[in-house]
């Protein structure tokens, strides 16, 4: 099936919480910040409180895409993507860059509302979980400063949705801007995504790699770091071009 890639709304919320809540409830690493008795459906609940103000923050940097089923129109999976402050305006300066992937402006009054509604979302993790992905971000930074890179910040397929191309549909459009624009992208990856980014050609870069039961779980967390490789635009001076 060829899945339609859209930009997102605020209208979304309800939707995208019902997508990307299962899709992380399936990694035990993320599921082991939760308090024991949390549930599912409790989540859900919450992330639908959370998610205009999570589309609508950050918009100057912020992209989000919906992958949607053509035939019933349902949402069937959700990517986030940061551009760095160097590539917020298109080249013709004529307005933002990846504006088909911008979430729509909204009153001032339904921002005020939406900040209200999250704000009386539960969302508290288990204590002692802060410090999990300090070594994550210790790489991840040290990768970000060595030049403009369009990070790919989330990327959700609910599991029964999963092995259809979704996600391969969502970054290979993401793929695609990138190329448009002249940047490379980064992405942390788990392994649930790193055959997707690998297959769509990103390297990796780096890894971290550790052990659970500091934090009550078994087996291993795993962070790879990896790249797809853009090369940077030039002008026509810059090129050797007339």
Request: aromatic share 10%; hydrophobic share 40%; proline share 5%.
């Amino acid at each position: 099936m060829s899945w339609k890639i859209e930009k997102c709304t605020v209208a979304d919320a309800a939707a995208l919480a019902s997508n990307n809540m299962p899709a992380f409830w399936e990694d035990p690493t993320w599921r082991i910040i939760w308090p024991d008795d949390i549930k599912l459906e409790f989540l859900v609940e919450q992330s639908i409180k959370r998610q205009p103000r999570n589309l609508l923050r950050s918009r100057e940097t912020h992209r989000h895409q919906k992958a949607v089923d053509p035939v019933t129109g349902a949402i069937v999976g959700y990517a986030r993507w940061i551009l760095p402050p160097s590539h917020v305006t298109a080249k013709d300066n004529l307005g933002p860059e990846w504006v088909e992937a911008q979430v729509p402006s909204v009153s001032e009054e339904q921002t005020a509302h939406f900040e209200e509604l999250a704000n009386s979302a539960w969302w508290n993790t288990k204590s002692g979980m802060d410090d999990m992905d300090d070594k994550n971000y210790v790489v991840m930074n040290r990768i970000m400063t060595q030049k403009p890179y369009m990070k790919l910040d989330y990327l959700a397929v609910h599991p029964s949705n999963q092995g259809k191309g979704i996600a391969t549909a969502l970054v290979a459009s993401g793929i695609r801007r990138a190329e448009e624009i002249g940047l490379s992208i980064f992405i942390m990856a788990y392994k649930a995504g790193r055959g997707v980014y690998a297959r769509l050609g990103c390297e990796e870069v780096d890894r971290v790699i550790q052990d659970m039961s500091k934090y009550g779980g078994v087996g291993e967390y795993a962070a790879y770091f990896m790249v797809y490789d853009v090369p940077e635009k030039t002008g026509p001076e810059e090129s050797g071009s007339k």
